[in-house]
């Protein structure tokens, strides 16, 4: 498999902060930058890269000169990341990962591979996109049923009803045929992927996403470069693991309405559940939206004496979970806070996806599992969902 990695940008952010190695390079613990993002792709199967050079572009080939596997193409001036890109036709091959020289995202990449061959059909560029409580630093992507990208939203013009959204997370896998009419009239001229070509994508309907987990840092924005120091490390030590994601009211304990504070009812039948994937070493991950909140009806302090009561149910059983994710938000909330539409609430992925921003979580081969086919068949294909009946025996969602 081909990473091809945008690697010629000035850094202009963090010049203050890294003034002797171009951005890419920037120390994290150490080790450049770079090295770290190459360590895990190749980790992920990737045997082919090719790094887009330009600003101290001989920082960068001193360093992986002697990478059997890695390949260069400075610019000799500068191009955009789209002209980048073009400018490297002849090395690319039929399909590639395209990612950014300065952003580190621990996803499964080959969730985009496999869903690109098990879906789409045509010619296609498919771009990863994370979920982010924070859509008004980064705007956020609008994409519909079938995750075919229908704009980028600028960030400030987030919609105040919104409370959350998709970003993009700089990585694509991209089929080299879609980019042969940009290619055909590209002269050497600077482009840019976000602002030049992705219009384009989104006109020729060649576009689309789908929302990968994993710790997520852009290096440019030195805060940021300064959380990489231990973020990146500690994050590529962790043993990636598959999760059970579990529902709380109707699943892990008895649904009377809206159920909160310490009285609890257990559902027996999905102790015995839990405690099977535990065995096996999956994560144990609570992810419940909890619109009661919302609507007036108690408190979050209430919730939480409820949940806390759940994990300790559990512990006296000799279970204990990972953590737990909850969702506050509803439409129709009484508390005005509150009265937004989220894409952490279930059946939307937010939640699953926040936890694995926490965790290190093989999502491909997690389970969710459920009460309600209707709001626990979680929105991401990849990952299945199991819905209990009455009698809990076990129905594929």
Known sequence: MQ???????????????????????????????LEYLYRALTGQGFDDFVFLTGHMADVIENHFRDYGNVRFLREDHPLGTGGALLNAWDMLESEFLLLNGDTFFDADFSLLYKYKAQSIKEPSILMAVRFSDDVGRYGFVEFDDDYRVKSFIEKGALPHTQADGFINAGAYLIDKETLKGVHDSFHGEMVSLETDLFPLFIRDKVFRCLPLGGAFIDIGIPDDYERAQTLIPETLKKERRPA???????????????????????????????????????????????????????????????????????EEHGISFDGYEYCLFHENAVIEKFRKKSYARKPWPGMILKAAERFSIDLGNSVMVGDNREVDSIRLPYLRSIILDKSRSETLG
Do not use: C, W
């Not at 990695?5 to 930058?33: E, Y």
């Not at 991950?285 to 007036?296: M, S």
């Open 244 to 314: 059970l994601f579990i529902d709380k009211d109707g699943t892990l304990i008895e649904d009377s309405g809206y159920v909160h504070g310490k009285d609890i009812v257990p559902v027996m039948s999905t102790l015995e559940l839990v405690r099977q994937y535990k065995e096996k070493g999956f994560r144990l991950v609570i992810i419940t939206n909890q619109a009661g909140v919302a609507k007036g009806m108690f408190s979050e302090n209430d919730f939480l004496d409820n949940i806390n009561a759940v994990l300790t149910f559990y």
């Open 3 to 33: 990473a091809v990695i945008l690697a010629g940008g000035f850094g202009t952010r963090l010049s203050h902060v890294v003034k002797d190695v171009p951005k890419p390079m920037a120390p994290i613990a150490g080790v450049p930058f």
